[in-house]
Nanobody, 129 residues
């Protein structure tokens, strides 16, 4: 059974840090693209960060404009795992954060919701002032 599961959400004050983790399990192949999206109440799901393997040795990361310089995405040592380190958190970072995983499509930036078939249930991040 395939599954994508997030952990690590919670509440933090402005300027604080949180670390989210995600594991994609039950897949027989390497999920070469793993990403984080977020969705605040009344808003569309927004791209946060992606980690993409192209071949065995080439790895790319990309970030949404709202989080550049504050968030860092990294792959775990275990296959099909990824983390998101969030620093200097702001109230506008409050949202449900979703992990997404899939095999990267050739030529795709993997920044779109439609790029992914596999999603976690989401974890709440709340930043209070």
């Amino acid at each position: 059974q395939v599954q994508v599961a997030e952990s690590g959400g919670g509440s933090v004050q402005v300027g604080g840090s949180l670390r989210l983790s995600c594991a994609a399990s039950g897949f027989t192949h390497h999920m070469t693209a793993m990403a984080w999206f977020r969705q605040a109440p009344g808003k569309e799901r927004e791209f946060v960060a992606v980690s993409t393997w192209i071949g065995e040795n080439t790895h790319f990361t990309a970030y949404g404009d709202a989080v550049k310089g504050r968030f860092t995405i990294s792959r775990g040592a275990a296959k099909n795992t990824v983390s998101l380190q969030m620093n200097s958190l702001k109230p506008e970072d409050t949202a449900v954060y979703y992990c997404a995983a899939d095999v990267a499509a050739p030529g795709a930036t993997m920044k779109r919701v439609s790029n992914y078939d596999y999603w976690g249930q989401g974890t709440q991040v709340t930043v209070s002032s």
